[in-house]
């Protein structure tokens, strides 16, 4: 069974920093590629960023290029999201998932997981 896990999130001002980690169960981080998505209040989900399966492939949204990194911990399953420089347009919800994952985009590939809220304000 897939499953997904977030944590990280939180109130941080704005200019500060968070990990977001997605704890993946049920499968290896070699069968799936995996993205983060958002939610911002009264927008649609977007994609953030993903990592491919395959080769590690990284794929950013043009607005957190530069700002935020992914990366994964095959060993312990973990796949994480360290944003820095964080802005208000920042604020939303965030979600990991089983992805399609292009160096030149990504999709939702089925899993999601329950989301953690991220608020950047002062």
């Known amino acids: 069974q897939v499953q997904l896990v977030e944590s990280g999130g939180g109130l941080v001002q704005p200019g500060g920093s968070l990990r977001l980690s997605c704890a993946a169960s049920?499968?290896?981080?070699?069968?799936?590629?995996i993205g983060w998505f958002r939610q911002a209040p009264g927008k649609e989900r977007e994609g953030v960023s993903c990592?491919?399966?395959?080769?590690?492939?990284?794929y950013y949204a043009d607005s957190v290029k530069g700002r935020f990194t992914i990366s994964r911990d095959k060993a312990k399953n973990m796949v994480y999201l360290q944003m820095n420089s964080l802005k208000p347009e920042d604020t939303a919800d965030y979600y990991c998932?089983?992805?399609?994952?292009?160096?030149?985009?990504?999709?939702?590939?089925?899993?999601w997981g329950q989301g953690t809220q991220v608020t950047v304000s002062s």
């Open positions: 990592i491919r399966r395959s080769d590690g492939i990284t």
């Open positions: 998932a089983t992805a399609r994952c292009l160096s030149s985009g990504m999709g939702n590939a089925g899993s």
């Open positions: 049920g499968f290896t981080l070699d069968y799936y590629s």
